[in-house]
């Protein structure tokens, strides 16, 4: 048996008593996990978490835990992990302990949960009141909805191109009129005792079926302007006093109750000044253009972990051209964007020829690159001369070198540079005279 294994097998066994002593100590006398404001839970494997991060930290909290009194520099366990991240101010939770208790160790910039508020521009008198609207509003790229800071990004997105789009649940709510230029969005409440409905204060003026769990109000003049026509959604029109419109959604505050018996209000909307001039919110979607090289660039500086190393922009483009379901949005201009957020200016990497076999995720008819090629699979996409590089380079690596368990790519790929080769002619260079 060689040095090196007999040492390996040593230090296992020794992690493996010292994680015995500290199970017992936790049974003994477990941390109380104080959550420092996040919406976020105690981990439920903590020295399994701890074991598997890099270096291992069990003797440091194996001495905290010793210690007669809570240490007064709080001892940090571990890196923050996505796998704990908090709902509300969307952080990716480090932890730490003072051997007393465990907590994340910074404090969580909404406490009392994701306050939010935002305009909308009614010039022409009458708001268009439904559920879904955003076949004619688009947001390119996604936020994680499933939380409530996700949930504030979006409708503050929606908000910025002309859309009042906020979360409610599945509440088919009501529009009301609760005074001169003074509406809330709101359901009826039920007493269980006295069996008896209780409705929201104010006259209906719309009700929203949420087939989608939101809701979208726009004004009628910019909904016509986005190619709406009569009948397209289910809705109804609000006439109101032409003006910018402050909409406070109260849904995403840790104190709001979904169960009371009285009515839930989930928006407040006031009249708060004269209209703003019109903004022309689809020409600035429409000219918007992104290289390949600034959406990978963005996606390794919000993934730092799942795009790391010298094959960080090669993971990239593998889930732009080949994983199924990869999310994001593709863009008529020939791009696809998984951040709303990016910006013109945004910086981009410098993407290299993909030059030995990788890992591809198994190409189907539904992966991006069988789309970019008009090979079918649903809508076909248009690719920017940068994303074109990109299609082609990957298309050129997995012919050449392979990919790594899936061999099957091989064949998909010939077809796919085939058929983008014949739909983006390749430039031949003129011949210089002599």
């Known amino acids: 048996?060689?040095?090196?294994?007999?040492?390996?097998?040593?230090?296992?066994?020794?992690?493996?008593?010292?994680?015995?002593?500290?199970?017992?100590?936790?049974?003994?006398?477990?941390?109380?996990?104080?959550?420092?404001?996040?919406?976020?839970?105690?981990?439920?494997?903590?020295?399994?978490?701890?074991?598997?991060?890099?270096?291992?930290?069990?003797?440091?909290?194996?001495?905290?835990?010793?210690?007669?009194?809570?240490l007064t520099t709080p001892l940090?366990?571990?890196?923050?992990?996505?796998?704990?991240?908090?709902?509300?101010?969307?952080?990716?939770?480090?932890?730490?302990?003072?051997?007393?208790?465990?907590?994340?160790?910074?404090?969580?910039?909404?406490?009392?949960?994701?306050?939010?508020?935002?305009?909308?521009?009614?010039?022409?008198?009458?708001?268009?009141?439904?559920?879904?609207?955003?076949?004619?509003?688009?947001?390119?790229?996604?936020?994680?909805?499933?939380?409530?800071?996700?949930?504030?990004?979006?409708?503050?997105?929606?908000?910025?191109?002309?859309?009042?789009?906020?979360?409610?649940?599945?509440?088919?709510?009501?529009?009301?009129?609760?005074?001169?230029?003074?509406?809330?969005?709101?359901?009826?409440?039920?007493?269980?005792?006295?069996?008896?409905?209780?409705?929201?204060q104010g006259k209906q003026v719309a009700s929203i079926d949420t087939d989608l769990w939101w809701y979208s109000i726009v004004d009628e003049d910019e909904f016509k302007r986005r190619g709406y026509k009569k009948g397209d959604y289910d809705v109804d029109r609000v006439k109101v006093t032409p003006g910018v419109y402050t909409f406070t959604h109260h849904a995403h505050m840790k104190s709001f109750d979904r169960s009371s018996s009285r009515p839930t209000i989930y928006t407040t909307i006031v009249w708060t000044r004269p209209p703003d001039p019109v903004k022309d919110y689809k020409k600035e979607a429409v000219s918007r253009n992104f290289t390949a090289g600034q959406v990978i660039a963005n996606s390794m500086r919000r993934y730092p972990t799942l795009y790391n190393g010298l094959d960080a922009v090669q993971g990239v483009a593998d889930h732009i051209f080949c994983v199924i379901g990869g999310g994001g949005s593709w863009h008529a201009n020939g791009f696809v964007q998984y951040d709303p957020d990016m910006r013109a200016d945004d910086p981009a990497v410098e993407i290299p020829v993909f030059n030995k076999k990788y890992q591809w995720y198994p190409l189907c008819e539904f992966s991006a690159l069988w789309r970019a090629a008009g090979l079918g699979g649903g809508t076909a996409l248009h690719l920017n001369p940068s994303f074109l590089a990109l299609a082609r380079n990957v298309s050129q690596c997995i012919i050449t070198y392979g990919s790594e368990g899936s061999p099957q790519n091989v064949k998909i790929a010939v077809r796919c540079l085939k058929a983008l080769n014949a739909k983006y002619p390749i430039a031949k260079t003129a011949k210089r005279k002599t």
Not at 20 to 28: C, D, P, T
Not at 161 to 190: K, L, W
């Open 1 to 70: 048996m060689s040095g090196a294994k007999d040492l390996e097998e040593l230090m296992s066994k020794e992690n493996f008593e010292l994680r015995l002593r500290v199970e017992a100590q936790l049974k003994k006398k477990p941390l109380v996990f104080d959550s420092n404001g996040h919406c976020a839970k105690a981990p439920r494997e903590l020295l399994w978490i701890l074991e598997a991060q890099e270096g291992g930290h069990l003797p440091n909290l194996f001495e905290a835990l010793q210690s007669k009194a809570p």
């Open 76 to 200: 940090i366990l571990g890196e923050a992990s996505v796998l704990n991240r908090c709902a509300y101010c969307g952080e990716w939770l480090q932890l730490a302990t003072d051997g007393r208790r465990l907590f994340p160790s910074t404090p969580c910039s909404y406490p009392d949960g994701v306050p939010l508020s935002f305009e909308l521009n009614v010039p022409s008198g009458v708001m268009v009141v439904g559920n879904d609207f955003r076949e004619h509003f688009k947001v390119f790229g996604n936020y994680e909805v499933n939380t409530p800071l996700g949930c504030d990004q979006t409708t503050h997105a929606m908000a910025a191109i002309g859309c009042a789009h906020a979360f409610v649940g599945n509440s088919s709510p009501g529009m009301y009129r609760t005074g001169p230029d003074q509406f809330t969005i709101a359901t009826e409440g039920y007493d269980d005792r006295s069996e008896k409905t209780r409705k929201p």
